[in-house]
């Protein structure tokens, strides 16, 4: 069994593993007692004197303590595999930082290699070199040959390393003993060597004397002093660069840890003795130095450890065995952390160099590779490589020291070292220490070395697939997470952006709407929620699990920024009651659902005998919007999730009303997005985003008043302006379509007043889009010619197709077709056939100037005045939260009183005849601007159930009587949240001191909307239709929208517009749910996208 199979199956007695001594302070001590101290330590002594040196040394020192005992704590808490300092940062900091800092730490490296094979060359050169040689002279000192030289070190180095870890442990073992015995020759020649001096080469030994030390002891900086390459004055930067990477090898032991036997065990104690030893070393050659050696000997003689010892060539000696030692340490350490870096695939293109021999794992391809790449390094002077590799070491030291101190900080539980001599701020003051020092010894090329690993960072985090190893960042974000998340509240208004809440039970058919979800999410929160519907939760559960495996293999997949929510219930209601009332934590909760469309094509197919119009049938009157589906090819991870059955009507309106009713949800349903055209970066086929941001309104008479309460829907409102603007700041969506507002109303004189005020409300909002208004009685619109005025188009078998089934339309071409002899149509009985009971209401009214066409509107008061009598029966007042209320004041004065009322009537009935020429009294309204709060699930959008008319006849006017003292006035009937066509309420800023500035629709006490004759073409004053838009009941009213959003619609990528809510309890009743459902497909049928949007809360303000 190999090496690698012995390790990891824990047998790590394995006899080719390395232990402490062979394997970590043998490497760590040949590694520190570098090259350096041989040629420059004289120099850097000249310099900065005994006390400045001794000052440097304990400040590396320091450095090398804090980052081992950091070290020690990473590695002592599990497994250490191979790759060194890579592989223990990367597994506490995550794959970006390790591979950026590995890949720097290898460079490094691969840099120190370098430096000993120059420095080995100058050793040669100093001793046999042809006019420096002091023991010989007959190698050439050209540049090119001193070059050749080092490579030949590199060579030998590298076939070395490939023959294996065993000979290279063997080699080091003989270098060592070598090695020490030179460097121990320093201070003991300072006993025993006599004093001498030797004018020829500069030098004067004095032996151990105090006046020496006293004349070495202070720093003293001059300039092209011997071994110095600058072209100024040295200075403390300079010397601290080039000492450095003579005390920092204590990685040497790290970059060992794949041929250890117990590496957590063996790096601690072996790099921390190591490093005790290399110091004391250290101040005992500094000492006997300075003691011995004069402060002109030290300027002039870059070889003057040499020349004074007692033998010149056991320091030699010394010179080549901790330079090759570095050398193959530098050739082996750098491999290893290329073939760990490689076999992470941490970078795009170096998986070859994961390769190792079949025995021992020798990364033989990366050993080549870092060889080849030393070569470069042999251009440079020592002195520059030596800062450079200063550079690297420090970063690492940094990056290292922050790796634990955040390990210690994330209170991680299973962060339990068993080297204990450390703490977090030993951690903290070592990353500090280092960071400062780097740019300390040399900014620009801290700079470089910083924007290097930046740039290697980033493209680790956008090219790496995320991995497995359990970062500290993990931790750190949780730890963070879970305190801010204790501390957010609800957010203010001003900070209000969509957190989505998507309920998808097909993710492949909801590809594109998911797509959409995320672009429009602007930073929130988005949850993608599936319900299985099952009675078995045991059994359940593992297919819950293995969905909930999918869902955020999906995300990785689509990129898409969205946290799964799978949840298991016996039906789907409570289900979707789970999801919403589960989903979030904290402050951090979705505050918008959006549902798929409830397919009726499905359900039609699988009750072929209940009959519901077909929303195709219109296709031959109107002409289609939608485009070819685009088919997904590829596998999605979710295509393996168990189908769920699709959705029931019933269930489907009871969470629509438990969403809008109950639990007073921003909801949203989204209809056609398979045909979505996302933004790619091409040219697309689609121009705008249009928002149609239709009004709802109702009113109500509250009791022992004589003023009505008008509500608007101003939340849903400027919702949908919200929405739109937010998807298009995305750049991509920005790009590629235009922002559009879409209005309509009635009649061409309201068109500019519209527009001013849709244009003022964009402007308080700061909302950038083009405004487009329309007016429906211009005779283009075929629906609307039909339905309003009774007009024969080309459109009118398809409309009493959808229509067929609604009493209130059979009754209304009734009474069309009585009267069409007589040339007219009679206004007094279509008026009186809407003001009966039994007509349903409308989906959309706007709370603007006058809710209906003036004829209807007054013919219906005197019709309605005439059934209040005192005492009779009246529907209860609604009670809608989330509309914006304004209190209107009734039409006749303040001072009115109840035995005045035969006259008012008479009035009335006198200017019914003339209203048939358009002429008569008008009775405006008046608003006041008091607020009222009042619940939209009580106002029924949709209500289709047969009502019987009550049989009971219009009383004369001598019929009525004083309205006794005593008796309470009741509530008159309310009217239901119903479309409208003409012009939106001004907006103004309310100033509230406790939440700041407000916007919301005005109160306007002018304008009546009655249209001037003169401006409204296409319709005479003797043509006015007895019927507005605001008077059409909800079926009727889609489908002239549906047909007016596919006349302004070929060029659009997708729709916002208002969704009416359904009738509270319509769930109860199949085929009210149907009613309900049906309306929807009427009004969305064959248009691009469209986003159906109701709101329950304030989403604007103009507050800073």
């Not at 909302?767 to 080309?794: F, H, N």
Request: proline content about 5%; hydrophobic content about 40%; overall charge neutral.
């Amino acid at each position: 069994m190999n090496a690698s199979s012995d390790y990891k199956d824990g047998k790590h007695t394995a006899p080719n593993k390395l232990g402490t001594f062979s394997g970590v302070w043998v490497p760590t001590t040949l590694n520190i007692l570098s090259i350096l101290m041989f040629l420059r330590f004289g120099f850097i002594l000249g310099q900065a004197g005994i006390i400045g040196m001794l000052g440097l040394l304990i400040v590396s020192y320091v450095i090398d303590l804090i980052t081992t005992l950091s070290v020690s704590a990473i590695s002592s808490n599990g497994t250490v595999r191979g790759g060194g300092a890579y592989y223990l940062i990367s597994r506490s900091l995550g794959p970006e930082f390790g591979g950026s800092i590995g890949l720097v730490f290898y460079l490094g490296f691969v840099f120190n290699t370098g430096m000993n094979a120059v420095g080995l060359v100058d050793c040669i050169i100093n001793n046999f070199g042809r006019e420096s040689g002091t023991l010989a002279q007959f190698f050439s000192e050209s540049f090119w040959m001193q070059y050749l030289y080092a490579t030949i070190v590199l060579v030998m180095c590298t076939i070395i390393c490939l023959l294996g870890s065993a000979i290279f442990s063997r080699a080091s073992s003989l270098l060592l003993a070598i090695l020490l015995v030179s460097t121990f020759s320093i201070p003991l020649s300072a006993l025993v060597k006599a004093p001498f001096s030797n004018e020829a080469q500069g030098i004067t030994y004095t032996g151990l004397s105090l006046e020496t030390l006293r004349e070495n002891l202070m720093p003293h900086f001059t300039k092209g002093a011997a071994g110095s390459t600058a072209p100024e004055k040295e200075n403390w930067q300079n010397l601290f660069g080039i000492l450095f990477p003579a005390t920092a090898g204590i990685f040497a032991g790290a970059s060992m840890s794949g041929d250890l036997k117990n590496p957590s065990r063996s790096i601690p104690s072996g790099t921390l003795k190591g490093l005790l030893f290399t110091f004391v070393t250290y101040i005992l050659v500094i000492l006997s130095m300075g003691a011995s050696i004069s402060r002109d000997t030290l300027y002039r003689d870059v070889n003057v450890i040499q020349d004074i010892n007692f033998s010149p060539h056991l320091i030699l000696m010394g010179e080549f065995a901790t330079s090759f030692f570095s050398a193959l340490m530098g050739v082996i350490g750098s491999a290893k952390s290329l073939q760990a870096l490689a076999r992470d695939n941490i970078f795009p293109g170096l998986s070859r160099f994961g390769q190792g021999t079949p025995l021992h794992d020798e990364p033989t391809i990366a050993i080549i590779f870092t060889f080849l790449l030393a070569q470069l390094t042999l251009l440079a002077d020592i002195n520059t490589i030596a800062s450079f590799v200063t550079m690297t070491y420090l970063i690492t030291f940094w990056v290292t020291n922050l790796a634990c101190f955040l390990l210690k900080i994330g209170s991680a539980p299973n962060f339990r070292p068993t080297f204990r001599f450390f703490t977090w701020w030993t951690a903290a003051a070592g990353a500090v220490i280092s960071f400062l020092t780097m740019f300390f010894v040399d900014g620009f090329y801290a700079s470089g070395v910083v924007g290097f690993m930046l740039m290697l960072f980033l493209v680790v985090h956008y090219t790496t697939p995320p991995k497995s190893w359990g970062d500290v960042s993990q931790s750190l974000i949780y730890h963070q997470v879970r305190k801010y998340l204790l501390r957010l509240r609800q957010e203010h208004v001003k900070f209000w952006r969509p957190q989505i809440l998507l309920f998808v039970n097909d993710p492949r058919r909801s590809r594109k709407l998911i797509q959409f979800c995320n672009s429009m999410k602007k930073g929130g929160l988005y949850i993608l929620g599936h319900i299985i519907v099952t009675s078995d939760f045991q059994e359940s559960f593992e297919e819950a699990k293995r969905q909930q495996r999918s869902w955020l293999k999906y995300i990785d997949f689509t990129h898409v920024k969205a946290f799964p929510h799978v949840t298991m219930s016996p039906s789907i209601e409570w289900g979707a009651r789970d999801i919403v009332l589960s989903a979030g934590l904290g402050g951090l909760r979705p505050n918008i659902a959006v549902l798929g469309f409830f397919n009726l094509d499905e359900f039609r197919s699988s009750r072929p005998l209940v009959d519901i119009p077909a929303h195709n049938s219109i296709d031959r009157g109107f002409p289609s919007l939608k485009i070819p589906r685009e088919d997904v090819n590829e596998q999605l991870p979710t295509d393996t999730m168990r189908n769920e059955r699709s959705v029931a009507a019933q269930s489907y309106v009871n969470i629509l009303e438990d969403l809008l009713l109950c639990l007073q949800m921003n909801v949203a349903i989204a209809r056609g997005f398979q045909d979505l055209e996302l933004p790619t970066g091409h040219d697309v086929e689609k121009h705008y985003i249009d928002l149609w941001p239709i009004q709802m309104a109702t009113e109500t008479q509250t009791e022992g008043s004589k003023a009505s309460i008008s509500t608007t829907n101003f939340d849903t409102y400027t919702l949908i302006l919200q929405l739109g603007c937010i998807l298009n700041t995305v750049p991509a969506w920005k790009k590629a379509y235009k922002l559009r507002v879409v209005v309509f109303v009635e009649f061409e004189s309201d068109v500019e007043e519209e527009r001013q005020r849709v244009n003022r409300l964009l402007t308080n909002l700061r909302i950038q889009a083009e405004v487009l208004v329309i007016w429906l009685a211009s005779g283009k619109l075929r629906s609307y010619e039909t339905i309003v005025r009774g007009v024969d188009s080309l459109v009118t078998t398809e409309v009493n197709r959808l229509l067929r089934n609604e009493i209130w339309w059979e009754e209304l071409k009734a009474t069309r077709k009585r009267h069409q002899g007589a040339g007219t149509t009679s206004h007094s009985q279509i008026a009186q056939l809407m003001a009966d009971s039994a007509w349903p209401s409308s989906s959309y009214q706007q709370a603007g100037r006058s809710k209906e066409h003036p004829t209807s509107s007054r013919l219906k008061r005197l019709l309605q005045r005439r059934r209040s009598l005192p005492g009779a029966a009246r529907p209860g007042v609604p009670q809608v939260e989330s509309l914006r209320a304004h209190r209107r004041s009734v039409d006749l004065s303040s001072d009115m009183e109840t035995e005045n009322a035969c006259s008012s009537d008479s009035e009335d009935e006198n200017e019914a005849s003339g209203l048939l020429t358009g002429h008569g009294r008008d009775y405006g309204t008046n608003r006041e601007g008091t607020d009222a709060v009042v619940r939209p699930h009580e106002s029924a959008s949709h209500h289709r159930t047969a009502r019987t008319r009550p049989a009971q006849d219009v009383h004369a006017c001598n019929q009525l009587t004083p309205r006794p003292s005593g008796l309470p006035l009741l509530p008159s009937r309310p009217s239901t949240p119903h479309f409208s066509c003409t012009a939106i309420p001004e907006t103004q800023v309310i100033v509230d001191e406790g939440s700041g500035p407000t916007i919301r629709f005005a109160d306007d006490v002018t304008s009546t909307g009655i249209p001037s004759q003169s401006a409204s073409t296409g319709a005479s004053s003797s043509r006015l239709p007895p019927l507005s838009f605001n008077d059409v009941p909800s079926r009727g009213q889609h489908i002239i929208l549906n047909e007016l959003f596919r006349k302004h619609s070929e060029k659009t990528a997708v729709i916002f517009t208002t969704l009416p809510s359904p009738t509270r309890g319509a769930c109860k009743s199949e085929q009210e749910s149907l009613d309900y459902l049906l309306d929807l497909e009427i009004l969305t049928a064959n248009l691009p996208p469209v986003l159906l949007v109701h709101s329950n809360s304030l989403t604007v303000t103009t507050s800073l």
